[in-house]
């Protein structure tokens, strides 16, 4: 990066810090640090629900995963409003009413102490891992821009959350999220101009839209049905969209306190649903402007020169290898058919301007065909990085922003978008270390200390549990580098193996009034964790057992519980009657 990038890179992040700190002054205790003495407004609830999802990772990773899927991966999110509605019916008027600090507070009420300590434990697992993830994504870019091994920039990102975090608790997560979302929006926009200005001069944003869906990046809408039937392994489509979201939204939402977190801190239920509710229709038209920004970028690359693997680092490795010589091989033939994809992408927008349907035909068949050819050796590489000899990391979803950001924008603009990334993460990671931070403070460390501690004693703990749950964080960030998937995807489908589960009890607790043993419900959820566990496991064997995609995995997870708790429940009942 050039020293203007650098500039407005660092005047950035210290502004939004100095501003988070200065707003982040509350009373030292649990109600201040977690709760920001419920003083939020729904405006800032919903920035700070927006800023916990929007990590690094939506931005860095999204439009990567639209570059090389298309856009289907927006049906992800179509769940989200149904579920926002259920959760200001059933679920906030339950939290508010109890003036918990966490959601698994009210489970102890409910059934009993083990149940909490369960469910509580399984978020902490599946947030604390997903976070780890997170952290890596913003590791990724000071590993590119600074040519650091990327175990240091995990430490170094690391240790300034860390910081970040432990000093402004829940109020100075909010009030940066505000800001952060600000730049977020502003940069993104002024990147989806940039590419479209970047352009050829007879070529417009129509243009390119136009381009993108010929070769299938438009896929806005995928049924997931084939000639066999509907395709199960399918992982985005209309109906694993809005079932399978609609549950992990409800979860996610509901009962994972990363975001219950975020609007206990209200000072009203309304103010609450109110936030809530702005952000599940909110976030659906967000995320298809993120993935559009990466359906851009695909068409931008058709009319100049892409690189055959966006992972700069991973084709140094490979220069250095015996693979050397067939790389270059591979480059010469790459950047051949790319200038090939130039001239018909050209010829392509002239048919279509000029409305020549034989013609339209003919170029997108050609233009199809020659990205096919590309794809191939790009696959080709990616077998070389994986191969044993380089033993790298083979998937370059999450660099392809990136790598364009850096070589293409002017200068300036880049150390904003670099900024824009850092600070989603920041915004999001802050919000998950803390939640996790309150749920082994309330959940754990409260319930099972016999020692009787002050506020200001519990306000210090919590910041020693912020510092253990960051460190672990940077552990799990350790251990990222070789995942496989896109960053995006990796963190959904982690959460899926939790997240049906944790919301299977709250929904026996809200909905089944007459499962009063305690017993069955924390069996059921045991026993449909490892059905969920399981159903996992064997769709990933080799060959796969059976097929299926990661959203199924949340209603497995739900409707387990639910019917485990049943089936338990009646068999103790009986139990209980046949000893009298």
């Known amino acids: ?246 549950f992990l939204a409800l979860s996610y939402f509901g009962a994972d306190q990363s975001q219950v977190g975020r609007y206990l801190t209200a000072r009203s239920m309304k103010e609450s649903r109110m936030g809530l509710l702005m952000n599940g229709f909110v976030k659906v038209p967000m995320q298809f402007l993120i993935l559009l920004v990466g359906v851009l970028v695909f068409t931008f690359y058709l009319f100049n020169k892409a690189p055959v693997f966006f992972n700069d680092v991973q084709i140094k490795k490979l220069e250095q290898s015996v693979y050397k010589d067939s790389l270059l091989l591979v480059q010469q033939r790459y950047d051949k058919i790319a200038v090939q994809k130039q001239q018909v992408v050209a010829q392509l927008v002239h048919a279509m301007d000029e409305k020549e349907n034989a013609a339209i035909d003919q170029e997108t068949h050609q233009l199809r065909s020659l990205q096919l050819q590309s794809d191939t050796l790009r696959n080709k590489v990616k077998t070389w990085i994986k191969s044993k000899v380089i033993k790298g990391d083979d998937n370059d979803t999450n660099y392809i922003f990136l790598r364009f950001v850096v070589d293409y924008l002017p200068e300036g603009l880049v150390g904003l978008l670099i900024a824009i990334i850092f600070l989603a993460s920041w915004g999001s990671i802050a919000a998950a270390i803390n939640s996790l931070a309150s749920c082994s403070m309330v959940d754990f460390h409260k319930r099972f200390t016999k020692k009787k501690e002050s506020g200001e004693d519990e306000y210090k703990l919590s910041k020693w549990y912020t510092l253990a749950w960051g460190i672990f964080c940077i552990v799990v960030a350790m251990f990222t580098y070789n995942i496989g998937n896109s960053l995006i995807e990796a963190v959904n489908v982690l959460g899926s193996l939790f997240y049906g589960v944790i919301l299977g009890v709250f929904l026996v607790a809200f909905f089944f009034k007459n499962i009063i043993n305690s017993n069955a419900v924390f069996w059921g959820a045991v026993l449909a964790e490892l059905l969920v566990l399981t159903v996992f496991i064997l769709t990933k064997t080799n060959p796969p057992v059976f097929k299926m995609g990661f959203l199924w995995l949340n209603p497995i997870g739900a409707i387990g519980v639910i019917l485990f708790t049943l089936l338990l429940n009646k068999l103790l009942v009986q139990k209980n009657e046949a000893s009298q």
């Open 1 to 246: 990066m050039s020293q203007p990038d650098w500039i407005v890179l660092v005047v950035t992040l210290l502004a939004i810090i100095a501003y988070g700190l200065y707003k982040s002054r509350t009373s030292h205790n649990l109600d201040g640090y977690f709760l920001s003495n419920h003083s939020m407004s729904w405006t800032l609830v919903l920035l700070s629900i927006m800023g916990t999802q929007a990590s690094a990772i939506t931005f860095l990773s999204a439009p990567g995963q639209a570059y090389t899927d298309g856009m289907r991966f927006v049906q992800y999110y179509f769940g989200i409003p149904l579920a926002t509605v259920v959760i200001c019916i059933f679920f906030v008027p339950i939290f508010s009413k109890l003036k918990v600090y966490t959601a698994y507070e009210y489970l102890e009420t409910r059934f009993d102490g083990k149940t909490r300590t369960l469910t509580s434990f399984l978020f902490l697992l599946q947030r604390g891992l997903s976070t780890g993830i997170s952290v890596f994504a913003p590791s990724i870019i000071l590993s590119s821009l600074l040519g650091w091994n990327i175990y240091w920039t995990n430490l170094f990102m690391g240790g300034l959350l860390i910081i970040y975090t432990i000093t402004g608790g829940a109020k100075a997560v909010a009030y940066t999220q505000k800001l952060q979302l600000i730049i977020v929006f502003t940069g993104m926009f002024l990147a989806a101009y940039m590419v479209v200005k970047m352009l050829p001069e007879h070529i417009g944003f129509t243009d390119a839209l136009r381009v993108g869906g010929k070769l299938g990046k438009l896929n806005v809408i995928t049924t997931g049905i084939t000639k066999k039937g509907f395709d199960w392994s399918d992982q985005y489509n209309l109906l694993s969209g809005i079932i399978g979201g609609f």
